[in-house]
């Protein structure tokens, strides 16, 4: 999922990368050198590990939307102040 509409938008992935047990959320800029900027650990409610359903970015805040099967959460830029 491309985070943004300009023709640079970062490409946002969701996955277990390099055999991480979590989910990793990483961004890969228009430069190629990619970044891990978030992480989804199993709630512990359950048995199974979290499953990424989609990816929603809201450019309004400037968040992305992380929906799995129990939860939706926001990514975004520290909040200031």
Known sequence: MFA???SDAPLVLA???GGYDAI???RV???GEAEIVGE???SGDDEEDP???SLLWHAPTA?????????VSDW???KRG
């Open 24 to 26: 990793q959320l990483v």
């Open 29 to 31: 800029p228009s430069d």
């Open 4 to 6: 943004g509409g300009a």
């Open 15 to 17: 996955g277990s990368f």
């Open 63 to 71: 968040t992305l939307k992380v929906l799995t099967a129990t939860h």
């Open 76 to 78: 975004g830029p520290p």
């Open 40 to 42: 989804l650990k199993s």
């Open 51 to 53: 499953r990424v359903l």
